[in-house]
């Protein structure tokens, strides 16, 4: 019980290899979709197109 606020702590958090591996697959991922994909799309565009729309 935490006597400044009233709260109090209800659960217990436990940090297991499942929890890293499923998150560092999701940092790759949306990564790769922000990182990427407006490069591809960047790459197709005219050179001074590109410069304008910066």
């Known amino acids: ?20 591996y499923k998150s560092l697959i999701f940092s790759l991922v949306m990564g790769f979709i922000g990182g990427a994909l ?3 799309r960047a790459a197709r565009m005219n050179v001074v197109e590109a410069m304008r729309a910066a």
């Open 1 to 20: 019980m935490n006597w400044q606020t009233f709260s109090e702590l209800a659960f217990s958090f436990s940090l297991t290899f499942d929890i890293i």
């Open 38 to 40: 407006p490069a591809f």
